[in-house]
């Protein structure tokens, strides 16, 4: 069964600095994506950035980045620019084709001012 | 692009009871699947649906949880006689061919 992995329960980052969360996973499959997704406290799950394995090139939306290493099987995001709106709980999730969603544990992001 | 929509945002009921939760996923969305969080944790898959078919269930999914989908739009999940453990959020998602799932608001189930 695949699995995600987010080491980082928590991590705080000064407003305007970069930050970058962790995520492994575990498979055997080749083709597959990655997701990051949002969530802020008592709020709706916000796709933040997808990644398709076939893909070299990493994704990026605005702000957010990511670092897709897919022979380590690593997938980090990278806020640069951080805003008080990026303060939620982040998590990193797996999807096979046509299939659910492997979520990790989840990182509590905090933004001080 | 109206999002996906769940009703009730919340719900309070007594152990024993039955509960039933709905969904509307995006209109142009085939794939519809249903997840349970609870507090603090990441959201953990129950079912999912393609068009009116219940493609995956999770052992999660015990014989008091049923699913359904008539005419592949809106879905239910009804719990019959809850427990305390029922206590959780219930995510909807939809999902097109760009295989994307977009989340709704969830409905928050306790529990007494």
């Known amino acids: 069964a695949q699995t995600v992995t987010q080491s980082q329960p928590e991590m705080s980052v000064q407003e305007a600095e970069t930050v970058t969360l962790s995520c492994t996973y575990d498979?055997?499959?080749?083709?597959?994506?990655l997701f990051w997704y949002k969530q802020p406290p008592s709020r709706q799950m916000i796709l933040v950035i997808r990644q398709e394995a076939y893909k070299q090139q990493n994704a990026t939306e605005n702000r957010f980045s990511v670092n897709f290493q897919k022979a380590a099987k690593s997938f980090s995001l990278k806020i640069s620019d951080s805003q008080l709106g990026d303060a939620a709980m982040y998590f990193c999730a797996y999807l096979e084709y046509g299939n659910k969603l492997v979520f990790g544990a989840g990182t509590i992001l905090r933004v001080k001012s | 692009d109206t999002g996906v929509s769940q009703d009730p945002r919340h719900k309070i009921t007594k152990r024993g009871q039955n509960v039933t939760f709905r969904c509307d996923p995006i209109?142009?969305?085939?794939?519809l699947y249903w997840y349970r969080q609870t507090l603090g944790q990441g959201p953990e898959f129950l079912t999912y649906?393609?068009?009116?078919?219940?493609?995956?269930k999770s052992r999660l999914l015990s014989d008091r949880f049923s699913a359904e989908r008539p005419k592949g739009s809106f879905s239910t999940l009804e719990i019959q006689r809850t427990e305390q453990g029922d206590s959780a959020m219930y995510l909807c998602?939809?999902?097109?061919?760009?295989?994307?799932?977009?989340f709704g608001p969830g409905t928050r189930l306790l529990v007494l």
């Open positions: 209109s142009e969305h085939n794939r």
């Open positions: 998602a939809s999902s097109g061919p760009q295989e994307t799932q977009y």
């Open positions: 498979t055997s499959e080749s083709d597959y994506y």
């Open positions: 649906f393609q068009n009116e078919a219940q493609l995956e």
